[in-house]
């Protein structure tokens, strides 16, 4: 098999005419180098059309003798996943694969070349479905921390996080699926493009669709997680405020009675004032009018259980 990685019409064409196979690997080729590609090797054109403008869903166009397979895989990037898109144009005996930016997945196939065509294409296939379970991989171990961090101490940065990761995990979804189902519907195109007949690996791409089942059922624990935590933080926030509104309430059923007594006795009763002629009834009339209806209603609440945390 001969692997090309860079537009070379020359040898292009002298493969074409030779009838050779071979696997042509372009990053971010320009559209008229793709126009170019398309007249080369007779590519229908709206499947050149569709990979002249990226950002399509993951399908399989059937145009008889000549596919298009649009699929994903995920890059990492730093500390971060993105998903990569990978159009593949496919024809008995010739391969041409389109992605803009690099892709370690093809890079790593190509150090190893296969020796058929049905190969190739299954090992682009699982190279790519295998780095999404990769990253799924790694963001359960995250998600499952977020869960654990919710429980002990959550945080607002925690929150923030949550929503971010349910919000891409669904973004997400919406690529895996379709490649899930395609896979399914579309494996006979593919092994009839392929010329894979009776008797040989029939349906050899059934275990990238059982890769793709396992993301999908990885999402959907992984959110299920992130909904426990959200609901444990939401839970934890409402019983914060629970407890700042019941020190309140403590300390109006406290202060409100005692404002109302010093301010009834405030207007100097002729007989209160009289009788305060010492620091020792200062003290038992001024301070111990205050003091006892304070510590009544300290004993009145703590019975009542208002002054425990365990609701005890």
């Known amino acids: 098999m ?10 292009i064409r002298a493969l074409r005419d030779s009838g050779e196979f071979f696997w042509l690997d372009l990053d971010s080729p320009a559209n008229d180098q793709l126009a170019e590609l398309g007249d080369l090797l007779d590519l229908p ?8 403008e990226f950002g399509q869903r993951a399908k399989i166009d059937d ?6 397979i649009v699929f994903y895989g995920a890059l990492q990037r730093a500390e971060r996943y993105d998903a990569v898109e990978v159009h593949i144009h496919l024809a008995q005996g010739r391969i041409v694969t389109v992605h803009r930016g690099p ?31 990769t990253f799924l991989r790694d963001l359960e171990a995250e998600v499952s921390q977020l869960e654990q961090d919710a429980f002990v101490h959550p945080t607002e940065t925690d929150r923030r996080r949550i929503v971010m990761m349910r919000g891409r995990l669904f973004r997400l979804l919406q ?29 050899p791409f059934a275990d990238i669709r059982d890769d793709l089942v396992l993301a999908v059922n990885l ?20 019983n914060r405020l629970n407890e700042v509104a019941t020190r309140l309430t403590v300390l109006a ?23 305060i002629d010492s620091f020792a009834s ?24 208002y002054l425990n945390n365990n609701g005890q």
């Open 2 to 11: 001969h692997v090309i990685d860079h537009f070379d019409t020359d040898r």
């Open 45 to 52: 054109p709206l499947a050149v059309e569709d990979s002249q």
């Open 63 to 68: 145009y008889g003798d000549r596919l298009l």
């Open 103 to 133: 892709s370690p997945q093809l890079e790593s196939v190509r150090a190893a070349p296969a020796h058929s065509d049905h190969e190739t294409v299954y090992r682009i296939l699982d190279a790519l479905s295998e780095s999404l379970l």
């Open 175 to 203: 690529v895996i699926v379709p490649q899930r189902d395609m896979l399914e519907s579309g494996a006979e195109a593919i092994e009839r493009v392929l010329a894979i007949g009776a008797g040989q690996a029939h349906h």
């Open 219 to 238: 999402i959907a624990y992984c959110r299920e997680l992130l909904a426990e935590a959200l609901n444990v933080y939401l839970q934890a926030t409402s």
């Open 253 to 275: 059923s406290i202060f409100v009675p005692l404002t109302l007594i010093t301010g009834f006795f405030g207007q100097n009763f002729g007989w209160l004032v009289r009788h």
């Open 282 to 305: 200062f003290l038992v009339l001024g301070i111990g009018g205050m003091v006892v209806p304070a510590t009544a209603i300290w004993l009145w609440l703590h019975r009542a259980g």
